[in-house]
């Protein structure tokens, strides 16, 4: 079968944040089916327009085209598949997909991401003759393979029952997926441009899916569900000697929501690393999207720094323990202390704390004992930062359902982009208030959370504009 895989252009707030996604997912997919004996084609819009950078709504659209992505699927391809790795995605999904099903009619279009596993009923409504809800891989093996796609787990279509989504069969051994696909054309100019921080040639790893915790903020088990699954130490390795030797990578990003979550296999892949660097690799990594902090501990943190873990980010999510029950985020304080001391202790170079502000439940006596644990913590050492996060009610996530039942949010149509066409970021939007916070009050809490580890942002607070969600 002849098959293309596109990835969207992307959203971003400001043009400062502009960055080059890796595709790990769809290039994931590509290798499999190239396995399968089928021609694959992979499109990166994102890539492929990254000069193009178009005003979106309150932030920019960036990549090709969309008439330019339709003209890049090769005639006669028999199937093509459409990530949207976001929900705030879902027009941009919908207006490429109409353009494709106008260039290529005979074509199988198939949608799938975070988008259409958070809100099938949404991305039902696309262009797109079939929608996969959750992971892909299983589900898109077997329609190319000649399955019905009607009779596949978690395929749906516009024609079958809108009540009963159910999420596609889960890659229950992630080593038998192959390694994403390192023969795509112009696949060094990921290495070279996707790197959040420069320190040489970057690629990006995921060697791990799902979560078990329960956090009401979090958006990831509607894809990934909640059953942790992870890849062996010695594949993720293989995967970290061939990238540095065929690529000469020398930084890592690892894009797990839970890499430590296994402490045996954490330490494995650490004395790998090291064996590695050993040998001459000269590798280093970081953790770009957090890591659980109750998952580590003296020896853990010490391999970490041997491995050359540079830029570490800790999930605290918030200095208060009422507001961490709240979230259900299950962590203790006096737990967060001791590891962010030993890190310090150890010498991890930059340490960075994941927080959020403007949750519900913050009430102005937790948001300052959350602020004054945050100064215990900046106190223990300058190589520590902060990243306060705006707090977001994702689609599918419990979080927007209290929301909405509480009427801290606005609109039925709140979540649904098709209408809105907003972007949902951490870092300018505020979509909740309630009795102990308004847009302006949130924004003023943000930024004396900047102050506390910058206080030389201090004469920016009232020259910085608010950027209001509503």
């Known amino acids: 079968m002849d098959i293309a895989l596109v990835n969207p252009p992307f959203l971003y707030p400001c043009k400062e944040e502009i960055v080059l996604s890796q595709c790990i997912g769809l290039r994931t997919l590509s290798s499999l089916l190239k396995e399968a004996g089928h021609n694959v084609q992979f499109v990166d819009a994102l890539r492929d327009g990254l000069s193009n950078v178009q005003k979106y709504a309150n932030g920019y659209l960036v990549g090709d085209v969309y008439e330019s992505i339709a003209g890049k699927v090769k005639p006669g391809t028999d199937l093509i598949g459409l990530s949207a790795p976001f929900s705030q995605l879902a027009p941009v999904a919908h207006d490429i997909l109409g353009e494709l099903k106008n260039r290529h009619p005979d074509a199988m279009l198939i949608l799938g991401g975070v988008y259409p596993s958070s809100q099938p009923e949404l991305a039902i409504t696309s262009p797109a003759d079939y929608i996969v809800v959750g992971e892909g891989e299983r589900a898109i093996f077997a329609i190319a393979n000649g399955q019905v796609p009607e009779n596949i787990q978690g395929v749906c279509s516009p024609a079958g029952s809108q009540n009963s989504f159910v999420s596609a069969e889960r890659v229950s051994d992630l080593d038998e997926l192959p390694f994403p696909d390192y023969s795509i054309p112009g696949i060094d100019g990921y290495f070279d441009l996707s790197p959040r921080m420069k320190r040489g040639r970057t690629a990006a790893l995921v060697t791990s899916r799902g979560c078990p915790f329960n956090c009401e903020f979090c958006s990831i088990h509607p894809v990934c569900g ?55 690799a000269n590798l280093s990594w970081r953790t770009p999207n957090g890591i659980r902090i109750d998952t580590l501990d003296q020896d853990v943190i010490s391999l970490m720094k041997l491995s050359r873990c540079n830029d570490l980010v800790l999930a605290l999510e918030h200095g208060d323990a009422e507001m961490l029950d709240i979230m259900e985020k299950k962590l203790s304080l006096d737990k967060a202390y001791e590891v962010v001391s030993t890190c310090v202790a150890s ?7 994941f927080v959020i502000v403007g949750y519900p439940g913050e009430t102005q006596g937790r948001f300052e004992s959350g602020i004054t644990f945050l100064r215990r913590l900046r106190d223990l050492g300058s190589n520590i930062d902060i990243c306060a996060n705006i707090a977001q009610p994702y689609p599918a996530t419990r979080l927007l359902a209290r929301c909405r039942a509480e009427g801290y949010v606005e609109g039925r149509d709140f979540d649904n982009f098709l209408v809105r066409r907003d972007l949902m970021s951490t870092a300018y939007g505020v979509p909740i208030t309630t009795p102990d916070f308004n847009v302006r009050e949130v ?27 509503r």
């Open 443 to 469: 924004m003023r809490r943000r930024e004396l959370i900047w102050e506390v580890f910058h206080p030389e942002r201090r004469w920016r607070r009232y020259l910085q504009p608010l950027v209001f969600w």
């Open 226 to 280: 909640r059953n942790w699954r992870y890849r062996s130490a010695e594949n993720v390795l293989e995967e970290i000697e061939f990238l540095n030797r065929r690529f000469q990578i020398r930084s890592l990003e690892i894009e797990d929501d839970n890499f430590s979550l296994s402490k045996e296999r954490m330490i494995a892949i650490l004395e790998g690393i090291i064996r590695l660097n050993e040998a001459g």
């Open 347 to 353: 010498g991890i170079d930059h340490i960075n704390i």
